[in-house]
């Protein structure tokens, strides 16, 4: 077999018959009788497989014995239409190369309808199920839209630190990145860890964020954004959270809030609607499968406006529902996301930014308001997710800036770099961060997020 003729099963599915073809694939199913026997086979090219005709006049039984469920094949043939309903083409089958068997005895994978919670631990052989295989789809074409929808704005991609001795968000939760031999950690006189031995001759960690160093590159360039992993060590075993996620932050120089929450509605709108343009096939399964109203939840989201309100009126709202919460809401309160919940699901329902929250659960770069209070921040609220964004205006002016990194009794002396944006040059800027999987368990209808990266990064989990 001439391994440069293979056309992928997406491909084959959308030919005219008649073609001559090679394929190679996964077996999903085979079923059959002493004359024919049919076999589904799937390349991860596409949720649907195509269906291949073994002829038992031309093949031997002993030939198909190998062909079971997650067996590797090679098949040449020809496209012909195919009479059974479901399909408009199929394959007739001419020769048969076995690459790899798939022991029926041992094989995971063997019957379909597993639990969520059992392919999280096969999460080596989970991409081969139909759901992982939609998902990590749709992960791609999401990717590739966010770069594309910055691209033809004129964004740069700028690629910010994975290991810095910064701490963005000033919140803790980091991991350290070391060298030094935990066994025989170097001292100072003072019995402090002795960083100056460290590979980066500094106490490092992974990054949490790369906003700090999206800002130097808005100063400069006028308009970028980041796309990668970022990391956080809070012990927090939700469906929301992971300690290794993606994150996407576009910085804009002479953006204000305003034009912020613009640009934020404008690009999650952009990336639903790419996705219902181009993964049909695959939001179709999670749709039939999972979420009934996943699709209809999708089509909402781009048609209809985002409500603004502020953090004050959002309170007033919560504190007036009536509504018995977990956590008690009051002016002050960090909202959790049964709060974010029901201002989106049940109040408003649609999707809701919130801005100007009090200065002391946000971070210390925003923007100081005039009340003294709050802060320019602004997070976007999903159905079924809470917060999808967070952000901000940038706090420009220098001076306010140190007082508030004092207030809060930061290190300002390590910010050095960070306040020369201020010192030369400074001017209004604005950003965001998206949760690259958080969109993905809004676009997909997944309700773990465990379920929307391939490997999981979570407390006690990290084994491949
Ligand atoms: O609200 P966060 O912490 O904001 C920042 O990091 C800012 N530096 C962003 C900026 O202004 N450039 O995180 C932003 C988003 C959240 O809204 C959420 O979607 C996601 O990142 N996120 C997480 N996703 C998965 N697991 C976690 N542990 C997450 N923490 C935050
Ligand atoms: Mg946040």
């Not at 996943?294 to 406006?305: A, I, K």
């Not at 007036?320 to 909202?335: H, I, M, R």
């Not at 390590?414 to 949760?435: E, I």
């Amino acid at each position: 077999m001439e391994s440069g003729k293979r056309i992928k099963i997406a491909q084959l599915l959308k030919s005219e018959p008649g073609i001559s073809t090679l394929v190679k694939g996964w077996v999903r199913t085979k079923r059959g009788n002493k004359n024919v026997a049919f076999v589904a086979l799937n390349d991860g090219s596409t949720v649907n497989n195509i269906q291949i005709v073994f002829d038992m006049t031309r093949f031997t039984e002993e030939q198909l014995k190998p062909v079971t469920t997650g067996a590797c094949i090679a098949v040449e043939g020809i496209l012909t239409a195919s009479p059974g309903g479901g399909q408009s083409v199929e394959i007739s089958a001419e020769q048969l190369l076995v690459y790899g068997t798939a022991d029926s005895d041992t094989y995971p994978l063997q019957k379909k309808g597993h639990s969520m919670e059992f392919l999280r631990e096969i999460g080596h052989l989970r991409p081969r199920t139909n759901t992982f295989g939609c998902v990590f789809r749709i992960r791609h074409a999401m990717a590739f839209a966010i770069h594309k929808f910055f691209n033809d704005k004129g964004f740069f991609y700028l690629h910010t630190p994975i290991v810095t001795a910064s701490d963005a968000e000033g919140a803790g939760a980091m991991f350290q990145v070391t060298t030094l031999d935990l066994n025989n950690i170097p001292r100072d006189e003072n019995n402090k860890i002795d960083f100056t031995q460290d590979f980066f001759g500094r106490a490092s960690n992974l990054t949490v964020s790369g906003q700090l160093e999206g800002e130097l590159g808005a100063m400069a360039l006028g308009e970028i954004y980041t796309f990668g992993p970022t990391f956080r060590a809070e012990n927090s075993n939700t469906p929301r959270h992971l300690a290794e996620f993606w994150m996407i932050e576009p910085e804009m120089a002479f953006y204000e809030i305003k034009d912020n929450m613009d640009l934020a509605e404008e690009f999650i709108k952009y990336l639903v609607k790419y996705a219902i343009d181009n993964c049909s096939d695959d939001l179709k399964f999670l749709n039939d499968m999972f979420d009934k109203e996943l699709l209809e939840r999708l089509q909402s989201v781009v048609e209809t406006d985002f409500v603004r309100l502020s953090y004050t009126e959002g309170v007033e709202i919560l504190m007036n529902s009536g509504v018995k919460f977990e956590f008690p809401v009051y002016w002050g309160a960090d909202l959790q996301s049964e709060h974010e919940r029901y201002l989106v699901e049940k109040h408003f329902r649609r999707p809701v930014i919130l801005t100007d929250y009090p200065k002391e659960i946000k971070a210390f770069y925003m923007k100081q308001n005039e009340d003294g209070k709050t802060v320019r921040a602004m997070d976007v609220l999903f159905p079924k997710i809470g917060e999808i964004i967070g952000g901000s205006q940038r706090e420009e002016s220098l001076e306010k800036l140190e007082a508030r990194i004092e207030e809060m009794g930061m290190e300002k002396d390590g910010m050095w770099w960070y306040l020369d944006t201020r010192r030369f040059g400074t001017a209004p800027h604005s950003g965001f961060g998206l949760g690259f999987e958080r969109l993905l368990l809004f676009v997909t209808g997944m309700s773990n997020i465990r379920d929307v990266i391939p490997f999981p990064r979570t407390p006690k989990n990290a084994e491949f």
